[in-house]
């Protein structure tokens, strides 16, 4: 039994007639009677009663013709959306907190306005996690801060930020030292990020360690608490440039301080895309 057969068959039930169900098939006469000859000796029964000038179910084909019934609908179902199929899933994306928070949304509302059918499935997360998943084909697609190495990637930088030192209105002084920044309260993201792996490798260069009283995987409670006073904080400057331009916070600078980190998009090196996912690498390429 095959689904052509199957397809015959219904259409014979529904006219009562080979020759009506050939022509509406665009099959010849005996290319009809033979699926069905086939069809009836696989079954082993009639499943037609072969009447003078039309033809009529037996209580076997009646049977047959209400299991076959929803499979061939929703066969015929999937076959109709089968060239949407391609639009439909949502891009699964993993992005750092950083670019998340800041150009993300702009982007993707840039590439909506041109592919409306679009969809995304945003998640965010650190840099390690992310790759992981991407690597374990999880997401199409992940915004990454810090350097990448990964071979099994194609990487495409799209921006950078740099760091900034962060502290409360009420902090009086404007200008430390590196020395002097390692002796204050330090409220930092958690290891394994790329803002504290960055902030971390200077420190050892320069020969010292980090002891942070507070350490958290959200940049925003990290500002919270530095509001409240509770120390200065090390963060990208384009997530806090808002609140010290409202004085909110205070910049304070320090001497040899000059600290970068890159957003790279990555994707798997793959032979398949989805036309969306090529379509959206393609824009990110276009990014100077």
Not at 105 to 128: D, G, I, K, R, W
Not at 174 to 181: G, M, N, P, T, V
Not at 231 to 254: D, F, N, W
């Amino acid at each position: 039994m095959n689904f052509k057969q199957c397809v015959i068959f219904r259409e014979i039930a529904k006219t009562n007639n080979f020759t009506k169900a050939a022509n509406h098939l665009f099959l010849t006469q005996s290319a009809v009677s033979h699926a069905i000859k086939d069809l009836e000796e696989e079954a082993g029964t009639q499943l037609f009663e072969r009447l003078h000038r039309s033809v009529k179910l037996t209580p076997a084909g009646e049977l047959f013709l209400r299991e076959i019934q929803p499979i061939l609908e929703e066969f015929e179902a999937v076959e109709a959306h089968l060239p949407n199929l391609d639009k439909q899933p949502p891009l699964k994306i993993a992005s750092c907190i950083t670019y998340a928070q800041t150009e993300l949304p702009q982007l993707l509302q840039t590439f909506n306005a041109e592919y409306p059918e679009a969809h995304f499935n945003v998640q965010v997360f650190p840099a390690s996690e992310s790759i992981a998943r991407l690597e374990a084909g999880e997401v199409d697609l992940a915004f990454i801060e810090g350097h990448i190495l990964q071979p099994s990637f194609d990487a495409k930088k799209i921006a950078d930020y740099r760091l900034c030192v962060i502290a409360g209105p009420a902090f009086t002084q404007a200008k430390l030292s590196f020395a002097e920044l390692l002796q204050q309260p330090l409220l930092l993201r958690e290891r394994g990020s790329a803002v504290r792996e960055t902030f971390e490798s200077a420190a050892v260069l320069q020969g010292f360690k980090l002891f942070p009283i507070w350490e958290s995987v959200d940049s925003q409670t990290l500002i919270s608490a530095v509001k409240a006073g509770f120390g200065l904080s090390v963060l990208p400057y384009r997530l806090v440039k808002g609140e010290i331009a409202l004085g909110k916070l205070k910049e304070i600078k320090v001497a040899d301080w000059k600290l970068t980190n890159d957003i790279s998009a990555l994707v798997r090196k793959s032979r398949y895309q989805s036309r969306l996912l090529a379509s959206f690498w393609q824009m990110l390429n276009q990014i100077e």
